[in-house]
């Protein structure tokens, strides 16, 4: 695997670092800002490379659907990065870009989309489709046969129940438990989850 570089030099980035740094595959950031090490440039001086691989780490799904689709021309190649401490099925990696960090679990029958970041402790159940761009937070919890359109958050410690489907530009908030089905564009918080008003 070629090095990396990460897109995104928050705390988010740092972390995906220390997952690359685990393997000898960090190669540095791009950001809009200068970071403070391993600073590589800013955004629009990337460039395609035999060399390096890129991923995105933004944990907001709307700036990681905008930052993607502004460097598409560019045909970059996109890592997947699976943290050695969780358990997926490699066939269940629909796209690229996948972040997939420490402690996560996902069962069977499972259909994982572009630039979705999963995060540390976080469990899909069987037969889950989570759409592209999406960010399933800490330690949130989705149970089997849930669909999850593109773009949407999944706040630490969410639960969604069983057969469940969440639609595009969703956010559902911190500690929600979802046991309906939440439309586009939505934001739902509490539990159970109601649309804010």
């Given at each position: 695997?070629?090095?990396?570089?990460?897109?995104?030099g928050?705390?988010?980035g740092?972390?995906?670092?220390?997952?690359?740094?685990?393997?000898?595959?960090?190669?540095?950031?791009?950001?809009?800002?200068?970071?403070?090490n391993?600073?590589?440039?800013?955004?629009?001086?990337?460039?395609?490379?035999?060399?390096?691989?890129?991923?995105?780490?933004?944990?907001?799904?709307?700036?990681?659907?905008?930052?993607?689709?502004?460097?598409?021309?560019?045909?970059?190649?996109?890592?997947?990065?699976?943290?050695?401490?969780?358990?997926?099925?490699?066939?269940?990696?629909?796209?690229?870009?996948?972040?997939?960090c420490?402690?996560?679990?996902?069962?069977?029958?499972?259909?994982?989309?572009?630039?979705?970041?999963?995060?540390?402790?976080?469990?899909?159940?069987?037969?889950?489709?989570?759409?592209?761009?999406?960010?399933i937070?800490?330690?949130?919890?989705?149970?089997?046969?849930?669909?999850?359109?593109?773009?949407?958050?999944?706040?630490?410690?969410?639960?969604?129940?069983?057969?469940?489907?969440?639609?595009?530009?969703?956010?559902?908030?911190?500690?929600?438990?979802?046991?309906?089905?939440?439309?586009?564009?939505?934001?739902?918080?509490?539990?159970?989850?109601?649309p804010?008003?």
């Amino acid at each position: 695997m070629n090095k990396v570089a990460i897109i995104g030099g928050s705390g988010l980035g740092r972390e995906v670092r220390s997952l690359l740094e685990r393997n000898n595959l960090f190669a540095g950031f791009y950001d809009d800002q200068e970071v403070k090490n391993d600073y590589l440039g800013i955004l629009n001086q990337i460039s395609a490379s035999d060399y390096l691989q890129y991923l995105i780490a933004i944990g907001d799904p709307i700036i990681k659907k905008k930052v993607t689709n502004q460097l598409e021309n560019l045909r970059l190649n996109y890592a997947t990065l699976i943290s050695e401490h969780a358990v997926v099925g490699k066939e269940q990696l629909k796209g690229e870009g996948i972040i997939i960090c420490d402690g996560v679990i996902t069962t069977v029958g499972c259909q994982i989309g572009s630039h979705v970041l999963l995060n540390i402790n976080a469990t899909i159940g069987h037969d889950v489709i989570i759409g592209d761009y999406c960010s399933i937070m800490p330690g949130a919890n989705i149970s089997g046969n849930v669909s999850i359109g593109e773009a949407t958050l999944i706040g630490s410690g969410a639960v969604i129940l069983q057969g469940i489907n969440i639609g595009v530009n969703v956010k559902v908030g911190a500690g929600a438990v979802v046991t309906k089905d939440v439309h586009d564009n939505t934001t739902v918080v509490g539990a159970p989850a109601k649309p804010l008003a």
